[in-house]
C-alpha cells in the first residue's frame, strides 16, 4: 500500500463554481478525516468518517460543503458555490481503530485555489 | 478540549539537539500526547506518541513530566532536512478522533 492519496494535487476555479476532491485512504484504515489548512497556520479539523458513517463535523463546514464516504473505502469532499476564503489546502487522512494509537496518515493534500 | 502552545519559532544549527517544548495545562486524563512533523507543501507525518514519562523512537524523543502539564520533543543530531513545522496535539483516538486542533506549531528552521 502506498499510502493516503488525494485527486487532484491542484485545483484552480472561478468563484461560484462547484468542486469535488477524492481521497483514497490506506486499505485497512476505517477511519477517514477531512482538514483545511491555510498558509502559516495548522490544519483546522472538517469532519470524519467511520466506516461510512459521517460521525462529526465541525462548524468550520458550512452547508457549501458535503462529504461522503459511501462504501467506506474512499471519499469525496464537495465544495458548491465556492468562495475566495475557500482557497486553501485540503488535506485528508486515515487511521485504524487501534487502543492508544493517534497516528493519523495524512495524503498530500489538494490545494485549491478560488479566483 | 486540551489547548496546547508552543513557540512560534526555533533556530539551531545541523548536528545539535533540539527541543521543542509543548505546553498543555489542561491535558485530561485519558489525553495521549502527539507531536507531528509537517514540510511545506506536504500533509503532517506522526513522530511520536506519549501518555507519561518518556518515550524514545528511531528518529526523536518525548518526555512529559509528572504532571502531564507539558511536554517536550527532542530531536538529536538534527540536520538541514529536520527544517519542518512541528506540531503537538494531545487528544484521544477513541473520544476525540480527530477533533484535537493542531494549532500553528513550531517552525524549525536548521542553518548549516
Known amino acids: 500500500d502506498t499510502g493516503v492519496s488525494q485527486d487532484p494535487r491542484h485545483k484552480i476555479t472561478k468563484r461560484g463554481q462547484n468542486v469535488t476532491f477524492r481521497c483514497d485512504p490506506i486499505?485497512?484504515?476505517?477511519?477517514l478525516y477531512w482538514y483545511r489548512q491555510t498558509l502559516g497556520q495548522g490544519p483546522e479539523f472538517l469532519t470524519y468518517?467511520?466506516?461510512?458513517?459521517?460521525?462529526?463535523k465541525s462548524r468550520l463546514l458550512s452547508d457549501r460543503f458535503s462529504a461522503e464516504r459511501p462504501k467506506g473505502s474512499f471519499s469525496t469532499l464537495e465544495i458548491q458555490r465556492t468562495e475566495q476564503g475557500d482557497s486553501a489546502m485540503y488535506l485528508c487522512?486515515?487511521?485504524?481503530?487501534?487502543?492508544?494509537?493517534?497516528?493519523?496518515?495524512f495524503g498530500p493534500g489538494t490545494r485549491l485555489t478560488v479566483t | 478540549l486540551a489547548k496546547t502552545t508552543q513557540p512560534i519559532s526555533m533556530d539551531s544549527y545541523e548536528g545539535q539537539e533540539v527541543n521543542i517544548t509543548c505546553s498543555h495545562n489542561n491535558i485530561a486524563t485519558n489525553d495521549y500526547i502527539t507531536w507531528y512533523q509537517q514540510f511545506p507543501s506536504q500533509g503532517p507525518r506522526f513522530i511520536i506518541q506519549?501518555?507519561?514519562t518518556k518515550v524514545t523512537n528511531e528518529v526523536a524523543s518525548l518526555f512529559i513530566p509528572a504532571d502531564r502539564k507539558s511536554s517536550t520533543l527532542s530531536l538529536p543530531r538534527v540536520s538541514l532536512s529536520d527544517t519542518a513545522v512541528y506540531y503537538c496535539l494531545v487528544g484521544t483516538h477513541l473520544d476525540n478522533a480527530g477533533k484535537s486542533t493542531f494549532g500553528d506549531g513550531t517552525t524549525l528552521t536548521v542553518k548549516p
Open positions: 506519549g501518555y507519561k
Open positions: 487522512a486515515s487511521s485504524s481503530r487501534q487502543d492508544h494509537s493517534y497516528e493519523q496518515y
Open positions: 486499505s485497512e484504515h476505517n477511519r
Open positions: 468518517f467511520q466506516n461510512e458513517a459521517q460521525l462529526e
